[in-house]
């Protein structure tokens, strides 16, 4: 899925911007201003064009998740683990652990 300003595709393939779509477990919806991005794992990305995105996770991934958006176990403690397992001391530590070339 690409996302740039209101412009959607996914494949490569546009979506029109208000138009639903869903392919494969894959959904793109239009709520009011934002766009989102629904998959059948339990994950959903909404953005609002700018600068504002939030990711939902379902209750089933609780534990099971990591990387940027964290270990979802509701411990802050661990929510800077990098790749490598260690936990960062700082944000921009781990931010910058989780970027790709």
């Known amino acids: 899925v690409v996302a740039e300003g209101r412009n959607m595709s ?13 392919h494969k477990g894959l959904g ?4 009011g201003d934002w766009v989102a991005v ?9 953005w609002d064009g700018h600068l504002a995105v939030t ?7 609780r534990g099971g998740t990591w990387g940027l958006c964290g270990t979802y176990t509701n ?7 990098r790749p490598d ?12 652990a989780w970027k790709v070339p």
């Open 28 to 31: 793109v919806t239009w709520p």
């Open 85 to 96: 397992g260690d936990i960062a001391a700082f944000a921009a530590a781990f931010g910058n």
């Open 55 to 61: 990711v939902t996770a379902e209750p089933e991934l």
């Open 10 to 22: 996914v494949n490569g393939i546009a979506v029109p911007q208000g138009r639903p779509y869903l």
């Open 38 to 46: 629904a998959s059948s794992l339990g994950v959903r990305v909404a």
């Open 75 to 81: 411990d802050p403690a661990d929510d800077f683990v």
